[in-house]
């Protein structure tokens, strides 16, 4: 027997293997004994040992690696979106919006005090709260909802997870996924099921065996799709709302980040008298990604658990943010500003998409900040090659959930800042990149 694997029942056996992780006994790249030899020697069921280190891959503890077994894992570090600091090469793969773009906060600073917000006070600011009220109506059950505001997107998303799970439940992704969403599945000890994406938005087909795996949440983007861009179209929304409706309790969460900024319609996946949901639009896009601020409309049970989740955390968001955000959507050069940043990112893709095109590359016109780029090869090696030309792009490889489709071919570019030359520049060295993937993907020298 493994001497450092004990226990009878599956949270045992796995806090075992954490704890001669903790003490240096289990170290990275260590193998630990097959299910059914551990099985065997700790007189426990095969499933009894499926499940402890499915709970230890999920903790992100161990890996496996197919015929080569089941290792301890190497710390990783996880991508991020943002700038890739002390690069000498020129930063596409940031996701950022245009800081040229968003609005100067001092205007609207001075109408942003009132009265001192004391303990035992409502959490939501009463003028945020009758705007947001207009922003979020087209919530599918919006006449039934009740408002959180927590501090932006990624923290509403963690925090509604967090009230409707447990460690070890699955939850539907999008696959490609957003960073961020991965992350958060990853530290809260969940498991990711992979849902396909096609230009539509989350694929039906996709959905019904991610509830078919017994999930019990799925996280949707109706706009937007970080990466891809892909909106879910009206036939699609209306497919998927036949398919949830036999499912009223899997928590959906729809995470429409890109809301005020998108060129696209807003078509929700949730059903008419679904039992479990959430809309989460956040201001970071055309309010800047320091502005943590996200709004949330969600079912009555929902909106209690968000708000126990708040409790023990931040209580609230700070009244004065919420004060300037709605001091900020207010104004009507404000929101002016935020159409003319909308066009300004979807003219900026097509014009780079076209670009493209001409050099015989395969991309869609995506809705959101970045182009997604089938370079037919391995996006790593591209990634490789457009590095050599000066350039930093992120590979699709990052984005993906699903095991064994082998590696990614798209590439993730945020080009709305750049100048014409250097958008032309770059797509002509992304075509560069995309032919020398290609041979390489065929062996050719």
Same mark, same amino acid.
């Given at each position: ?41 700790? %007189?426990?069921?095969?499933? !009894? ?34 700038? *890739?600091?002390?690069? *000498? ?5 940031? %996701? ?15 109408? *942003?005090?009132?009265?001192?917000? /004391? ?7 009463? %003028? ?44 539907? /992704? ?9 992350? !958060? ?38 706009? *937007? ?76 049970? !929902? ?51 076209? /670009? ?43 984005? !993906? ?45």
């Amino acid at each position: 027997m493994h001497r450092h694997i004990q226990g009878t029942t599956a949270a045992e056996i796995a806090a075992s293997v954490r704890s001669g992780i903790d003490r240096g006994e289990l170290q990275p790249g260590d193998a630990l004994p097959p299910v059914r030899v551990l099985a065997l020697d700790l %007189g426990v069921n095969r499933n !009894t040992a499926v499940a402890a280190y499915r709970q230890l891959a999920a903790s992100g503890l161990v890996v496996s690696r197919g015929r080569s077994g089941t290792r301890i894992a190497a710390p990783t570090a996880v991508a991020q979106e943002g700038y *890739a600091h002390d690069s *000498a090469l020129h930063d596409v793969g940031t %996701g950022n919006p245009d800081p040229r773009l968003i609005p100067d906060l001092s205007p609207a600073l001075a109408r *942003a005090g009132g009265h001192p917000v /004391l303990y035992g006070e409502p959490m939501i600011d009463p %003028g945020l709260e009758h705007w947001a009220t207009a922003w979020m109506a087209d919530a599918t059950n919006a006449a039934r909802a009740r408002l959180t505001v927590t501090s932006g997107a990624a923290d509403a998303v963690e925090r509604l997870l967090a009230q409707a799970l447990a460690r070890e439940d699955a939850v539907g /992704l999008e696959d490609p996924c957003f960073l961020t969403s991965k992350h !958060t599945v990853q530290v809260g000890g969940y498991r990711a099921v992979p849902i396909a994406c096609d230009d539509e938005g989350m694929t039906v087909a996709g959905l019904r065996d991610a509830l078919a795996a017994g999930v019990r949440a799925v996280v949707c983007t109706p706009r *937007a799709q970080n990466p891809s861009g892909a909106s879910v179209s009206a036939r699609r929304a209306h497919a998927l709302r036949s398919v949830l409706a036999a499912h009223p309790y899997v928590l959906v969460i729809e995470d429409d980040h890109y809301s005020l900024l998108s060129t696209r319609p807003f078509h929700s996946v949730v059903p008419s008298g679904h039992r479990r949901w959430a809309l989460v639009r956040s201001v970071s896009k055309f309010l800047g990604p320091d502005m943590c601020l996200a709004v949330v409309s969600s079912d009555a049970d !929902t909106a209690s658990g968000l708000a126990r989740r708040l409790t023990p955390g931040t209580t609230w968001v700070s009244h004065l943010l919420q004060r300037l955000v709605h001091a900020l959507l207010s104004d009507s050069d404000v929101l002016a500003g935020i159409d003319d940043a909308a066009a300004h990112y979807a003219a900026r893709n097509l014009a780079f998409v076209r /670009l493209l095109h001409e050099q015989g590359v395969s991309a869609n016109v995506p809705d959101g900040l970045n182009a997604w780029v089938d370079v037919g090869g391995s996006a790593r090696e591209a990634v490789g090659l457009l590095m050599r030309r000066g350039w930093l792009a992120r590979g699709g490889d990052e984005f !993906t959930l699903a095991d064994g489709g082998g590696p990614s071919r798209w590439l993730r570019l945020t080009v709305h800042d750049l100048t014409d030359e250097a958008m032309e520049r770059l797509a002509r060295d992304v075509a560069a990149a995309a032919h020398g993937a290609r041979r390489a993907h065929l062996g050719v020298a």
